[in-house]
């Protein structure tokens, strides 16, 4: 199995500036695309980290943009049908060849660039990929090598958490409470949202109890 990895600054892009300007992270996958006589969309379905305000910014810029036709939003959950003229769109269809896969989602820093990670059985098939990445604006190839490839990325509904449980576990990713050595600890973490170390407490263990299992269930 083939592997390519790259960035691409994309001077087109409805999402690329906003991520800049918002300080925001966009994790998107690509839902599917179709072609007619003159249009080509694709829909694609984007997980936006960045504190609350920014994010929030960041859809009501969103909806600006003439390039997104839908729009379906659920807090920093984002599904979008974007649309172009075909003939504008044919050199890019090689990274919408049907014999790549995504390792990874497309991840679009807030220093505005893509990040791209595809598969491929033929080496050549990434290599017209890449080369199509370059009518966007300016590429770079980071890796392309043979692996054998022990993970690859599938997307899952995420698990439902409250508001509360959202903000106990987003907060504690921030400063540091997962890292080791720790940075901070829930005594800190309660004082800074106003409440008790148990009512923290039980909203960051009940967040656990339903990300964890989500994510530990195909090791």
């Known amino acids: 199995m083939w592997v390519i990895k790259f960035k691409v600054f994309h001077e ?7 991520c800049g300007g918002f300080n925001i ?10 072609s007619t006589k003159n249009k080509f969309q694709w829909t694609n379905a984007h997980i936006l980290e960045g504190d609350d305000e920014n994010v929030n910014k960041f859809i009501e810029n969103l909806k600006r943009s003439k390039v997104i036709k839908k729009l379906n939003v659920f807090k920093n959950y984002v599904i979008t049908l974007e649309e172009k003229n075909l003939s504008k769109y044919k050199v890019f269809s090689p990274l919408f ?9 497309i991840m679009i820093k807030s220093d ?27 590429s770079e190839l980071l890796q392309i090598n043979k692996v054998k490839l022990e993970k690859i990325f599938l997307p899952h509904i995420t698990p439902e958490l409250t508001e509360k449980q959202i903000g106990a576990i987003k ?5 540091g409470y997962y890292r080791f050595p720790k940075e901070t600890n ?10 008790s ?22 090791i």
């Not at 907060?171 to 400063?175: D, T």
């Open 186 to 195: 829930l005594e800190k973490l309660a004082r800074e949202t106003k409440i």
């Open 25 to 34: 992270t966009d994790f998107i996958y690509l839902l599917g695309f179709n």
């Open 12 to 18: 087109d892009c409805a999402f690329s500036p906003l």
């Open 197 to 218: 170390k148990e009512t923290f407490f039980e909203h960051l263990a009940k967040a656990e109890s339903k990300i964890i299992p989500f994510l530990t269930e195909n």
């Open 171 to 175: 907060l504690a990713i921030k400063r």
């Open 97 to 105: 060849s049907k014999e790549i896969f995504y390792i990874k989602p």
């Open 112 to 138: 505005g660039h893509e990040y791209w990670s595809l598969a491929a059985w033929n080496k050549k098939t990434l290599i017209k990929a890449f080369d199509a990445s370059k009518h966007f604006g300016n």
